[in-house]
């Protein structure tokens, strides 16, 4: 499944809101609020939100022999 169906509302990945700086969001209905804020208007857009990045797998455990037949 690529997203989630039941999305945090947040003004940071609202479609009503444009980002003006890094903590700052312009929202069509309230103005200028926090990127952690939302309303009861909020609307969500996929292309705004940013995943966290992958963790990296820890290959410092294992040992040869878990790579031999």
């Given at each position: 499944?690529?997203?989630?169906?039941?999305?945090?509302?947040?003004?940071?990945?609202?479609?009503?809101?444009?980002?003006?700086e890094d903590d700052?969001?312009?929202?069509?209905?309230?103005?200028?609020?926090?990127?952690?804020?939302?309303?009861?208007?909020?609307?969500?857009?996929?292309?705004?939100?940013?995943?966290?990045?992958?963790?990296?797998?820890?290959?410092?455990?294992?040992?040869?022999?878990?790579?031999?037949?």
């Amino acid at each position: 499944m690529l997203f989630q169906k039941d999305i945090e509302p947040r003004c940071a990945y609202c479609q009503r809101g444009a980002q003006l700086e890094d903590d700052k969001i312009l929202c069509v209905r309230k103005g200028v609020v926090s990127p952690g804020g939302s309303c009861r208007r909020f609307k969500y857009d996929p292309l705004k939100r940013v995943p966290p990045p992958p963790v990296l797998p820890d290959f410092s455990k294992l040992k040869d022999e878990d790579f031999s037949l």
